[in-house]
């Protein structure tokens, strides 16, 4: 298998943006704009915006995400969403394991493991987050940190459910800055953890992943990214909120 089999998502990541009129009509803009995308389109949007979300795509291509789900089925977590709550309303995508996560909300490699255990329990596909920080790539360390990041969170994952997981590689000094990394460091990093997967799942499996990269990717750098042999779709931030720019981008993803 090589990259023109495996299925390019591009799934753009909201963050603490919108509200429930503005989601609609951001959804309403987007939708004629991939009704013919020729890759998986997911939207993944605050809580707050689900259900509305949920409404909108009906009959469409768009598959709708969360951004994150907390690790017990139920209890005392004031201010928590477990995964079973978004499999029950009809949510297919979580997002686990962001930088802005980790970075702001105590996420660590062995939270984002039993977030990505309990998301999969309920059925949930996940996107799961990767990178380094600026510090550690430049101590030459990103090919151990994305390795140790992706082993860890995937611990207790069998080979079936690694079907239901896309990897998005995303270097943290490249989310929200402007900065990309080049399509070349891009496409070494997302080859590197598919090897790792390959280790741990065997080369088939490996081939087969879904793996994205994400990091200030826009309208304009989005093809040089994605023609990269192991960049197999996006995952993007400000220029999801952009019915137009986001839809270029799954244009160029669409093969
Ligand atoms: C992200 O939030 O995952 C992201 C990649 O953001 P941006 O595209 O804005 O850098």
């Known amino acids: 298998m090589n990259k023109q089999k495996r299925q390019a998502v591009i799934a753009g990541n909201w963050k603490m943006n919108k509200t429930r009129p503005e989601a609609k009509a951001l959804i309403e803009q987007l939708k004629p704009l991939v009704k013919d995308a020729d890759c998986g389109v997911v939207i993944c949007v605050p809580y ?38 978004l499999a029950e309303m009809g949510v297919e995508y979580v997002v686990i394991g962001h930088s802005e996560r980790r970075q702001y909300f105590g996420e660590t490699d062995q939270t984002v493991n039993q977030r990505v255990r309990a998301a999969l329990d309920a059925g949930l596909r996940v996107i799961l987050c990767v990178g380094e920080l600026l510090e550690q790539r430049e101590q030459g360390i990103t090919e151990e940190i994305c390795a140790m990041q992706t082993k860890i969170a995937l611990g207790g994952v069998t080979k079936e459910e690694l079907s239901r997981i896309i990897i998005a590689y995303e270097p943290v000094w490249a989310i929200g800055t402007g900065k990309t990394a080049t399509a070349e460091q891009a496409d070494e990093v997302n080859g590197l953890i598919r090897s790792v997967v390959a280790k741990l ?55």
Do not use: P
Request: glycine share 12%; hydrophobic share 40%; proline share 0%.
């Open 201 to 255: 799942y065997g080369e088939e499996a490996a081939q087969a992943l879904t793996v994205q990269y994400g990091g200030s990717m826009n309208a304009k750098n989005a093809q040089e990214l994605l023609d990269k042999e192991h960049v197999d779709g996006g995952l993007i931030g400000g220029a999801s909120l952009k019915a137009e720019d986001f839809s270029i981008i799954v244009k160029a993803a669409s093969r």
């Open 48 to 85: 707050t915006n689900l259900e509305t979300a949920l409404e909108a795509v009906k009959g469409s291509n768009i598959k709708v995400g969360a951004e994150n789900c907390h690790w017990a089925k139920s209890g005392a977590f004031t201010g928590e969403i477990s995964a079973e709550m």
